[in-house]
Nanobody
Framework: QVQLVESGGGAVQAGGSLRLSCAASGRTFSVYAMGWFRQAPGKEREFVAAITWSGGTSYYADSLKGRFTISRDSAKNTRYLQMNSLKREDTAVYYC?????????????????WGQGTQVTVSS
């Protein structure tokens, strides 16, 4: 089992920044990659970004490239999502996820473990 705990969400004005954290524990040696997804009210959950556990490769939703950055701190088993130039449409619950298998990291079905989510609210 792998446990994931997100933190760092909150309320911010448009144009501001937030950094989300996802701390992993348990059988982290089995993790191939970790990803971030988000779900806005009334919408389906969507892919945001992902990074291989080794940190060698990262992936982004095309619409978020340039504003969001995924990174890692291996010593802390923590992955981060830096979000800059936030917009109202970035308001959502953000979820961290981990996969132990190799697959298309853009799809949530690939992920085996999920955090509880953290709310991000962007106001104008």
């Amino acid at each position: 089992q792998v446990q994931l705990v997100e933190s760092g969400g909150g309320a911010v004005q448009a144009g501001g920044s937030l950094r989300l954290s996802c701390a992993a524990s348990g059988r982290t040696f089995s993790v191939y990659a970790m990803g971030w997804f988000r779900q806005a009210p009334g919408k389906e959950r969507e892919f945001v970004a992902a990074i291989t556990w080794s940190g060698g490769t990262s992936y982004y939703a095309d619409s978020l490239k340039g504003r969001f950055t995924i990174s890692r701190d291996s010593a802390k088993n923590t992955r981060y999502l830096q979000m800059n130039s936030l917009k109202r449409e970035d308001t959502a619950v953000y979820y961290c996820a981990a996969t132990t298998g190799v697959g298309n990291l853009y799809y949530e079905s690939v992920y085996d473990y999920w955090g509880q989510g953290t709310q991000v609210t962007v106001s104008s």
